[in-house]
């Protein structure tokens, strides 16, 4: 039942893109209408393996860097669905649906290896960290699409050089300021999540800091979202710097993210394996 | 015979502080049409001003005496210190070259911003103030009625007027896609040319509402504001106003960039890197094209603009040529109807028509009638002859009177229209303009440096 709707929600996610990709050479309502609608059909979907792998296996379906990503992926997805329906910047969906469906592969190619225990999950600060965190990484990876359309539009108007895309493409303001909205909201998430990453640290292993080597990742990406957030506030920072910022964020979220599980030994990790040894 | 003169100043030939100077000045209550009177040796006289150009266009008999007199006249209406020499900067162009380039002035080929449609606006205010002084009479007055029609052929055969008017669009369109919504941003004008006149226009029809004006001359700035709407500030303090400004038109056509890329950038810090969108209409360009390297700095000049509209550069190239050739052969007809003020032509060119009608109806006649013999028919053709001799007889002894008057244009004019005989000059003159292309054309290519 799971992998059928895990299915599903992978194919709903592909013909949203295709759909958005389509609207991008095509200016359709209709058409955006109908990726919408399908990437919400697969979230739907999603959602319910989510669910249906939660009820099955009596915990939060986050063991395993799989999952993780899983998860991360449908937050996202939600995310978007929730942002269009407040922002209406249709385009914006041409840019974060391939996203969501590099993310969804990517976890099926990822490692089921547990990477935390059951029990960990009773822990609210847990709970609370990812929550967050994942919120945060979602609204930065709305952030990167944003950058990147940014980068776009703005070497169009800067070289004089029309295309397409030119046309397609919305205000270089709009883009700033909806880059602007994702950032301010991500931001202060992305501060609870460490602080609650933190407090819970501190109740395992009696000490808030470790030296695991996402714990440092991630207060190095904080410090550059928290550069951008300063930036912005303090001197005005926006356009291409900003953008070059938001991109630069989001790889090293990449990193944190999942290569730290992967590759590097801490407590996130899957090497390392058991943790609470 | 009277000849016509033109003779002034445009962006080309002359600093932009001579023409504002000049421009002022000639806006005054005192227009110079008023002197006419005085002026011994100038016959018709019309005056042009614009931002961009003052011009006068006279008929004389005496081709010396007349420029003369009208550069005097230019100088103690403009009140021009004789230390600031003038010649350097006046251009004087003579009978034909000055019709071409009253033509080229009329269809905006001779503007700032190629296209543009208010010159030919202004040349009509200049003409009706003519008219009000009575300072025209036949030849002006068939030169600028001439011009008039030049210009509409010129904008409805080619796409020189949509061209510019595009400009102006193409400016809002791009501004569109920096701010999003125009309607609260600040719009400064540099300088107040008519292309940035057009783009105020456009910008205050698509909803800006707060625009600034900033001139070397305050009293064109006070008109421009009265006009849009706007504030002034003083133009040494355009660096400062750059802080509250979105978007910059700049027109000024000063020989120099007014704005340096070290300008700029030191602002930018102070806009808290608002975007800043320059329009450089001007021709030298006023703003250092560096300075769209800056971040949020987005520069375009004229060249981007007809660039963003997909007029490339052959196009208007071809454009242009195809309507310098209307100009071509509306000139030679020009000519051809100035050389039929002289007695002989007129009275050729009565006698042709005449022959040419008695010859058509002998043909006719004839191939009606195949049984006529000879005879007969030598009878009828000395018959017919001498009817349209006799007929024409008192209409060509009257000319020949009158061809040693002045006064003899007015009378060679009606002539021409009594017999209709403009229509026929204007046939021959397309013809002509084809032939005169083979021999290269020496008066227009003068011209065209």
């Given at each position: 039942m799971e992998s059928l709707f895990l299915v599903i929600a992978t194919l709903c996610y592909l013909c949203g893109t295709v759909g958005y990709l389509i609207y991008l050479l095509k200016d359709r309502e209709v058409l955006h209408r109908i990726a919408w609608t399908i990437l919400l059909v697969g979230a739907i979907f999603h959602g319910a393996a989510l669910v249906v792998r939660g009820v099955g296996t009596g915990h939060f379906p986050l063991t395993s860097i799989r999952e993780a990503i899983s998860l991360f992926a449908w937050v996202f997805v939600v995310t978007y669905l929730v942002v269009q329906l407040k922002l209406?910047?249709?385009?914006l969906g041409s840019f974060v649906s391939p996203l969501a469906v590099i993310f969804m592969l990517s976890s099926r190619l990822l490692?089921?290896?547990?990477?935390?225990?059951?029990?960990?999950?009773?822990s609210g600060w847990l709970i609370a960290h990812v929550t967050s965190i994942f919120l945060a990484n979602a609204l930065f990876a709305m952030l990167f699409s944003l950058g990147i359309m940014y980068l776009l539009q703005e070497r169009r108007i800067k070289k004089k050089n029309f295309g397409l895309l030119y046309e397609r493409l919305p205000s270089l303001d709009r883009i700033d300021s909806i880059a602007n909205v994702c950032l301010m909201s991500g931001f202060p998430l992305m501060t609870a999540g460490l602080i609650t990453g933190f407090v819970y640290a501190t109740m395992i292993w009696r000490s808030p800091w470790n030296w695991d080597p996402k714990e440092v990742l991630s207060v190095v990406t904080w410090m550059i979202y928290a550069i951008l957030v300063h930036e912005r506030l303090a001197v005005g920072w926006r356009g291409r710097r900003a953008a070059w910022l938001a991109i630069l964020g989001f790889s090293a979220t990449i990193i944190t993210f999942v290569l730290a599980n992967l590759l590097l030994t801490g407590h996130h990790s899957v090497i390392s394996g058991n943790l609470y040894g | 015979m009277s000849h016509i003169i033109l003779l002034g100043m445009n962006h080309k030939t002359a600093p932009v502080e001579i023409r504002e100077q000049l421009a002022v000045a000639c806006r005054q209550e005192v227009n110079p049409l008023h002197m006419l009177p005085h002026?011994?040796?100038?016959d018709e006289l019309i005056f042009l001003s614009t931002c961009n150009r003052v011009e006068f266009l006279f008929t004389c008999g005496a081709q010396a005496e007349g420029i003369a007199e009208i550069k005097a006249l230019l100088r103690t209406h403009v009140g021009l210190?004789?230390?600031?020499?003038l010649d350097s900067y006046l251009y004087v162009h003579q009978d034909l070259e000055a019709v071409k380039h009253l033509f080229m002035v009329a269809s905006s080929l001779d503007s700032m911003v190629v296209g543009e449609p208010q010159i030919l606006g202004q040349l009509k205010g200049a003409y009706r103030s003519a008219v009000e002084f009575r300072t025209v009479k036949m030849v002006l007055n068939r030169l600028m009625h001439k011009s008039f029609s030049v210009a509409k052929r010129v904008r409805t055969e080619t796409c020189i007027g949509s061209c510019a008017v595009s400009v102006s669009y193409a400016a809002v369109e791009l501004a569109r896609k920096i701010?999003?919504?125009?309607?609260d941003k600040r719009v400064l004008l540099i300088g107040a040319g008519e292309m940035a006149e057009l783009a105020a226009e456009h910008f205050l029809r698509q909803g800006v509402r707060s625009m600034t004006v900033a001139n070397r001359t305050l009293e064109r700035a006070v008109e421009l504001a009265a006009r849009f709407k706007a504030e002034t500030v003083p133009f040494d303090h355009l660096l400062d106003e750059l802080k509250a400004t979105d978007i910059v038109v700049s027109s000024t056509g000063a020989r120099e960039p007014i704005l340096s890329y070290r300008d700029v950038r030191s602002r930018m810090r102070e806009r808290r890197n608002r975007p800043l969108f320059f329009i450089d209409i001007a021709v030298p360009r006023d703003i250092d094209p560096k300075v769209n390297e800056i971040d949020n700095v987005y520069v375009y000049d004229i060249d981007d603009l007809q660039g963003v509209i997909e007029f490339n550069r052959e196009e208007r190239l071809s454009q242009a040529r195809s309507a310098e050739h209307i100009i071509d052969e509306e000139t030679i007809k020009f000519k051809n109807w100035m050389k039929s003020l002289n007695a002989v032509p007129t009275i050729v060119s009565v006698r042709e028509k005449a022959e040419k009608i008695r010859q058509n109806e002998l043909r006719r006649t004839f191939s009606q009638l195949p049984d006529l013999g000879e005879r007969e028919k030598e009878a009828i053709e000395i018959l017919t002859s001498s009817i349209i001799k006799k007929l024409l007889h008192d209409p060509i002894m009257f000319l020949k009177k009158k061809?040693?008057?002045?006064?003899r244009a007015v009378y060679m004019d009606f002539t021409l229209q009594l017999f209709n005989l403009i229509e026929g000059i204007d046939e021959v003159a397309a013809a002509q303009v084809e032939s005169e292309k083979a021999e290269d054309r020496p008066f227009l290519k003068a011209a065209k440096k």
């Open positions: 209406q910047l249709r385009i490692p089921t290896q547990a990477i935390l225990a059951k029990e960990s999950f009773r | 002026l011994d040796h100038v210190p004789s230390s600031i020499p701010f999003g919504h125009i309607q061809a040693q008057r002045d006064s």
